[in-house]
């Protein structure tokens, strides 16, 4: 039996003791009292160790009954569920059956049977399915499904083919053999959009999302995204849907982004629901992305899942690479990239840099769904395209053609995902899985020497220990490097230098002239580049370099090396500064989308990580202070250029989502961010009055918020969208995220007290105590208000959600750069959080793991 709050190793792994060969339920809804009937067909596993006890998972469920092969058998369930003794067992296959009772209506968790806005749903990713009924809930039990619902609410599904429908019940059947977590109900009165798909191999597919009656015309977008996503799988991954029927239904109360059930995805409302009106760009963007990423599990996930939770980057990693493609395809692969890696930096570097950092494959955990990280996500799609970068496009084809081949309907592991790369490409690939082993962000440095037209350059890699692995060993880096002419002509097209010890030297000669060297192109590995360069270089390769990335991360330093300068010794943004912008904000030749993300400043918590790397100890407020005088000294100096891009970024005719439209507003209102520092937001004011569109009505209001205006223009808002919950959460969030330094906890306090301050709701949560915690100089304010504010919130949702206050936990996860004073008002927080008797598993795991 599981001591919940005891650590589950990697290496510990046994293979099931039993195998399922079919799968029955029946549930009778109702609101307090759900009665679950299982009937389950179980036979001994051939690979285990024969006359094992049955071992059920099971928490918080009411057995009623139990029968094996008919019989009644006695079964004291404890807290985590259920055993019965190898003695009591009939030889070879038995059926076991069981009637329990839940209540779904009182499941604030979240997790398993719950209720949100009178409708039933589910999450049982990752061991949410005990909370439905006893069942060995781990991933590499797979078994098809047959469940029969039974209520008088008129919209009933599960994952599969319908397979029956009369009056107060339907049944559904699921012939494809899955785990658990993979199982979804939902009931409710909800209304659908439905098209039609047919496959490559010639099958009918009904699609349907189903939100509330009145969100029907928010749905149009998500289900074109849906059929553009199923087209893309066929054509470059060769892999068709494989069931009749696929939905997708909206939640309001939702822990996390979205979930693949079989058939069934299940979604946080703000992840479907859009139109031009109540929806910004960056939200259609995400509905894209997301809706890509869950039907992308169906294979990356569903027919091929995880052996156990340690290989969670398995499908999680590779669906965030596939969707991570597939958005490049749609939209830009430059900004695309871009915004990749600023996210990478933003939440992965972040996580790997502090007391949270795991491998990419952790080797333990309390609780599992503590793991569902920026490091298992984004870092584990790196390494997939740092895979795909080594092979080459071609082999990387051929090795997923290889894993779909060799491991459809199979649990598997990280061997086997690294093993179908060998094969294709015929190389060992042993010390690239490091990588999937080894936690913490490697540290490059690139030292350049130029002599008589030959150039040197000397490569070292470096990783700093990590919480439990004080030594690490060299990994295999690709650094995709160029050589640029000093009048920005390119020597040197595109190399892959493969760096696999701590210091190798590349030689380059017959150069005509001595080169810009242009490193780590398209970020070709998840490292930190240690690169000196002068201002003159950087700006060449921002206005000359062939890779888009490489010219965006040249402004970058730029940027981030000024505002270091500001920040430690009081300097100015010199001239060549503002005039590299000046070049790059009125370069017609280029993509708006790529001149909004150049001309925006690194934000304070990247600067803050930054700092910390090169040794210092990060101010907030000197951050915060810094930052605004550069936007200052830019709105002063690039007006003329700023207010002209406002005028030509317009976007006449109807509203549309698509990238052109969306890049020209995203510039648009970069623009006028950075000109509201000298205009006092004249220019955001009348963007806000004319906005027929949620993203610049947004926009203008915040680009007000940061300059301490837009009062007026809120209330407005506030007026015109207190009826909408997915719009109300901007509302929260604008007046934290953008509030000075010194008021953004008293503001998050005053909206905590708000009517419509539902905290329950995980989006609304974060939306307030989340956007605090973002806000580095508001949260770290000095007498630690910010800090009790959030452990206050983070106590209480502890009680209902733990899983979700433990995600928000991570706000805290950068505590040790800070000075003194700052750790230690944080430390009491921290212990004042787990020093509780009722504090969860989820939360004690986490601040235990921040406390070291
Ligand atoms: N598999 C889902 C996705 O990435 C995430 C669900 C995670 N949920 C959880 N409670 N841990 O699409
Ligand atoms: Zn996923």
């Not at 871009?338 to 992965?348: C, F, K, Y």
């Not at 944080?826 to 939360?843: K, Y």
Request: net charge negative; charged share 25%; with cysteine.
């Amino acid at each position: 039996m599981r001591d919940t709050a005891q650590p589950i190793y990697l290496a510990d792994y046994q293979p099931p003791a039993f195998l399922i060969e079919q799968v029955e339920l029946t549930f009778r809804l109702a609101p307090k009292t759900t009665r679950v009937v299982s009937q389950i067909r179980f036979a001994p596993n051939p690979a285990a160790a024969p006359g094992q006890d049955l071992r059920l998972d099971g928490e918080g469920l009411t057995l009623i009954a139990a029968s094996i092969d008919g019989a009644h058998v006695t079964a004291t369930p404890d807290a985590t569920g259920l055993s019965m003794a190898a003695a009591t067992l009939p030889d070879g296959p038995f059926t076991w059956e069981a009637e329990v009772e839940i209540a779904p209506e009182g499941n604030t968790a979240l997790e398993g049977l719950y209720m949100s806005n009178g409708m039933y749903c589910t999450q049982c990713e990752a061991e949410g399915f005990r909370k439905i009924t006893f069942y060995p809930d781990r991933p590499d039990v797979m078994a098809p499904f047959r469940v029969r619902i039974e209520s008088d609410l008129p919209v009933l599904l599960s994952n599969g083919n319908p397979a029956g429908r009369g009056p107060g019940w339907a049944e559904w059947d699921d012939p494809h053999p899955k785990p658990s977590y993979l199982f979804a109900l939902v009931a409710g009165e909800l209304t659908a959009r439905t098209v039609r798909f047919t496959t490559m191999e010639g099958r009918d597919v009904t699609l349907n999302i189903w939100v509330r009656p009145g969100d029907e015309d928010k749905t149009a977008y998500a289900l074109d995204a849906l059929k553009r996503s199923m087209l893309w799988d066929e054509q470059v991954y060769g892999r068709a849907y494989d069931l009749d029927i696929f939905n997708i239904v909206a939640v309001d109360d939702f822990n996390m982004g979205a979930m693949e059930n079989k058939g069934l995805n299940i979604f946080n409302s703000r992840y479907v629901l859009a139109s031009g009106v109540t929806a910004t760009d960056s939200d259609f963007a995400a509905i894209e992305r997301i809706i890509a990423h869950e039907y992308f599990h169906n294979w990356t996930g569903n027919r091929i899942t995880c052996r156990d939770w340690f290989q969670l980057s398995l499908k999680e990693g590779l669906t965030v690479f596939r969707d991570q493609q597939f958005m490049g395809d749609m939209r830009s692969h430059a900004v695309k990239r871009i915004e990749d890696v600023l996210t990478l930096r933003a939440r992965q570097f972040r996580e790997d840099a502090g007391p949270l950092a795991h491998p990419v494959r952790p080797e333990s955990y309390v609780e599992i769904n503590n793991f569902y990280t920026a490091t298992v996500y984004e870092k584990g799609a790196e390494l997939i395209r740092m895979l795909r970068l080594l092979v080459g496009d071609a082999q990387y084809r051929g090795a997923l053609d290889l894993y779909f081949a060799r491991h459809d309907g199979q649990a598997c592991t990280i061997e086997d995902w690294i093993a179908v790369f060998e094969d294709a490409a015929g190389r060992d690939l042993s010390q690239f899985k490091r990588w999937y082993e080894q936690a913490g962000t490697p540290k490059v440095t690139l030292l350049e020497d130029w002599q008589d037209g030959k150039l040197t350059l000397t490569l070292r890699q470096h990783t700093a220990p990590t919480p439990g692995q004080p030594l690490k060993e060299p990994l295999l880096i690709p650094v995709a490097l160029g050589l640029i002419a000093p009048d920005g002509t390119e020597l040197l097209p595109t190399q892959i230098l493969e760096l696999d010890s701590p210091e190798q030297v590349f030689r380059f000669s017959d150069l005509p002239t001595k080169p810009v060297v242009s490193a780590l192109r398209g970020f070709s590995a998840p490292v930190q580049l240690a690169h000196a360069q002068s201002s003159a270089e950087r700006a060449i390769l921002l206005g000359h370099d062939t890779d888009p990335f490489a010219r965006f991360e040249a402004g970058r330093n730029l940027a981030r090396d000024i505002l270091h300068a500001m920040i430690r010794d009081g300097a100015r943004p010199g001239p060549e500064y503002l005039e590299a912008m000046r070049l790059a904000l009125t370069d017609h030749a280029l993509d708006p989308a790529f001149r909004a993300l150049v001309l925006r400043l690194p934000g304070e918590d990247e600067l803050a990580q930054s700092l910390h790397a090169a040794g210092h100890t990060p101010d907030p407020d000197a951050i915060h202070t810094a930052r605004r005088l550069a936007l200052r000294r830019m709105a002063d100096a690039l007006a003329p250029d700023l207010a002209r891009v406002v005028e030509d970024m317009d976007t006449p005719g109807p509203f549309s989502p698509d990238a052109r439209d969306a890049g020209r507003r995203a510039l648009r209102l970069a623009a006028a961010g950075v000109l509201a520092h000298a205009d006092g937001g004249a220019k955001a004011r009348a963007i806000f009055a004319q906005a027929d569109n949620m993203t610049e009505q947004f926009g203008a209001w915040s680009a007000l918020l940061a300059v301490g205006a837009g009062a007026e223009e809120g209330a407005q808002f506030h007026r015109q969208w207190q009826g909408d919950r997915l719009v109300m959460d901007k509302w929260f969030a604008a007046q934290v995220m953008h509030a000075a330094p010194e008021r953004a906890a008293k503001i998050a306090a005053a909206l905590t007290d708000h009517a419509a301050f539902d905290w329950k709701n995980p989006n609304r949560f974060r939306a307030v105590i989340g956007s605090l915690g973002a806000h580095p100089a508001g949260f770290h304010r000095k007498d630690g208000a910010g800090y009790r504010l959030v452990a206050d919130w983070l106590i209480r949702l502890d009680g209902a959600n733990p899983q979700a206050a433990a995600r928000v936990s991570t706000v805290f996860e950068t505590w040790r750069r800070y000075d003194h004073e700052r750790q230690a008002l944080i430390r009491a927080e921290l212990t004042r959080m787990q020093d509780r008797p009722e504090c969860s598993r989820d939360m004690g795991e986490m601040v235990g793991r921040m406390l070291g």
